[in-house]
């Protein structure tokens, strides 16, 4: 039976998150290594004025721009790379909703980066082959920028973040921008496709757990680099508004709306936050002991969802079920998809999890009688 104790949602409060930083812009430049016959990757510089070098948060941020690394651009020739294997995690967005285009993208334990384009049509989807397209990064995020075009993005070892953008037509063949660095040195990096703008936005946490956003569109002009949002979390997440959230060392719930001057208290005690429906601005979490599914709706406060889950995975309120199985917390309550899982993404009907031998597996949800198959 699965265990029923309680989240205890504390009354949220007029305080705030302390701010540990006044907002700053920056980002800085740097050159992943390449070989013979790979992409080259550019950079680009957005710093702020001068002042922020005055004290010593700003010392402290010009620590955070300046950390450097490098990656390994490897060619994103179509159908030349082979099947990925090892797999740490997956992603997976809605490039061209009108022809039913998605791109998948993985990440090895060894740190390499690979993506493929699959079209759907009714209940059968076409796979349009692996393109590698780097080594040295330690997390994977996927999102559209517009429709037809979309970003990967990654942390590497040292905490620099690269991302590479793509050009997709309704046919399933992508054309690949070099890799680009929007600098920085953080310990985890979340990121999301907007709601209102052509970008994604861009979230992580430094070392010692400060927040900043960052901005990265399909226009390189218009992107924006690292900004410190003030607070210091322990968990992070982004949702399509712009919305920054996360939870605190005890567990309580924060946000930070992208025009707010100040953090909100939404209370709580919980882990691995996640969005549910933007519209509504709800967040869901697990509780820490029994890891049931808790979530703060706009209109009715928090509301507890029995049943164990594993984790919860991709920003949003999907993860893995006692099973091992795909799960999912929908408007029609919380739905099991099968599978055998330790990693789920999902955008609109696919769905796509990392199987216990490290393999790329698929599900297009078009109707529920589709059944899992490798990728």
């Known amino acids: 039976m699965y265990s029923q104790r309680s989240l205890r949602p504390n009354t949220p409060s007029a305080r705030r998150l302390p701010y540990q930083h006044q907002l700053a812009r920056a980002s800085t430049k740097g050159k992943p290594s390449a070989q013979a016959t790979t992409d080259q990757a550019s950079t680009r510089r957005r710093a702020s004025s001068g002042s922020r070098w005055r004290h010593a948060r700003g010392a402290w941020l010009a620590t955070f721009l300046l950390a450097a690394t490098s990656i390994v651009a490897l060619p994103a020739t179509a159908g030349a790379a082979p099947v990925p294997r090892d797999l740490a995690d997956i992603k997976v967005a809605e490039v061209n909703s009108g022809f039913n285009l998605y791109v998948v993208a ?60 793509a050009a997709c037509n309704k046919y399933g063949s992508c054309t690949w921008e070099g890799w680009r660095t929007l600098g920085g040195n953080v310990r985890s990096v ?37 900004a410190a949002a003030g607070g210091s979390l322990r968990q992070i997440e ?28 939404k209370g709580g005690r919980l882990t ?6 933007n519209f509504h601005e709800s967040k869901c979490g697990l509780s820490p002991g029994a890891h049931e599914l808790w979530c703060l709706h706009e209109f009715n406060g928090w509301t507890r969802h029995p049943g164990y889950w594993r984790k919860l995975d991709d920003g949003q309120a999907v993860g893995i079920a006692g099973t091992w199985s795909f ?27 990392v199987s216990g031998n490290r393999e790329a597996w698929y599900r297009y949800n078009w109707n529920s009688s589709n059944r899992w198959a490798r990728l």
């Not at 703008?197 to 680099?225: H, K, N, Q």
């Not at 946000?255 to 001057?261: A, I, M, S």
């Not at 691995?272 to 429906?277: E, G, I, K, N, R």
């Open 327 to 353: 799960k999912q917390y929908t408007n029609l309550g919380i739905l099991h998809y099968g599978g055998l899982v330790n990693q789920v993404a999902t955008d609109r009907f696919m769905q796509v999890g």
């Open 272 to 277: 691995q936050p996640v969005s549910y429906d």
């Open 238 to 265: 982004v949702d399509e508004n712009g919305r920054v959230f996360g939870t605190s060392a005890s567990g309580r719930l924060w946000w930070k709306g992208r025009n707010d001057t100040r953090w909100t208290d």
């Open 106 to 165: 993985t990440l090895s334990r060894g740190g390499v980066v690979s993506a493929q384009p699959m079209t759907c049509s009714g209940a059968t989807c076409k796979k349009h082959g692996w393109v590698t397209l780097g080594s040295g990064l330690k997390s994977v995020e996927i999102d559209r920028t517009t429709n037809g075009n979309l970003v990967v993005l990654g942390r590497s070892g040292a905490g620099k973040v690269w991302y590479r953008r």
């Open 190 to 226: 979340r990121s999301e496709t907007t709601y209102f703008f052509d970008c994604a936005w861009v979230v992580g946490l430094s070392p010692r757990y400060r927040v900043y956003r960052a901005r990265i569109c399909e226009s390189e002009r218009d992107t924006d680099g690292w």
